[in-house]
């Protein structure tokens, strides 16, 4: 009797185990977040402690002439705690070192990144996508531009490239124009190539470390055009231009998505160590 009883025991903890460790596991995807700000990347892109790179959702900064933005950003954020919220993980190649979000971001309990920088003329609404804030968004871009505020004051001939076109109903759909967010996507979705270029020079002098600042114009068909390096150094130059080589002949034949008309200048760096 005592042995049937054990022997029931023994499969009913036993079913229960593979019932419990065969259910679907919980999505990680956090829905908000406290971080501490390491690095501004951009006037739309952060960096936290951890190395996750964060985009803010629904507005975009312009990919040139970023500096007011960004210092703007850095000063409001830098080393500070922000909330991240309405959170979309991207899926980046499976290799990559860096997570990447897009998110909402509240600074000092009450600032909505977004909307400062909106206001000021120094972002533009991104409507790619419809998300809870984008009327709201959509108002404050509009309310800079009829008032002539930040980058929507300089005149057309020297407003960043790809905001020369100051009407929102260019905002509707990827194929009128390139925002931060979708190039600063694509070029994480391909960093990875280009580093195979450090790593198969890395064999040959493997106390290789160096960087590279590259420019190049994106023109409205997607293809990439005036590539150029604008500033590297490396402890091997020889080695070291061999990199280059290959990372400019990668990026010659990036191919982006179709645009009806308008060129954007981008640019990238690498750091190689």
Known sequence: MINKVLTFLF?????????????????????????????????????LMDGTRVSVHGCYAPVMHDDDARDFTRDLVI??????????????????????????????????????????????????????????????????IANSLGYWGLPSSRRPESWTDTSTEGLAGRQTYRSREDLTLFFEQHRDNLM?????QRRRNPSLIGRIRVQFVIQPDGSVTSLEVLGSHWNDPVTGAMVERCVLGKTARWH??????????????????
């Open 79 to 144: 080393e500070k705690t922000v909330l991240l919220t309405n959170i979309q993980s991207l899926q980046m190649q499976r290799d990559s070192e860096h997570n990447y979000w897009f998110a909402y971001v509240t600074v000092d309990d009450s600032l909505d990144l977004g909307e400062q920088l909106l206001q000021r003329g120094l972002a533009a609404a991104d409507t790619l996508l419809d998300h809870p804030k984008l009327s709201r968004y959509r108002q404050l871009h509009e309310w800079a």
């Open 11 to 47: 499969f009913f903890f036993l079913i229960e185990f593979l019932a419990t460790s065969s259910a679907p596991a919980q999505d990680s995807q956090p829905d908000s977040v406290l971080a501490e700000v390491a690095w501004v990347r951009s006037g739309t892109v952060l960096e």
């Open 256 to 273: 982006y998505w179709e645009i009806a008309e308008g060129t954007v200048r981008t640019e990238y760096s690498l750091i190689f160590r």
């Open 196 to 200: 195979q270029c450090y790593r198969s």
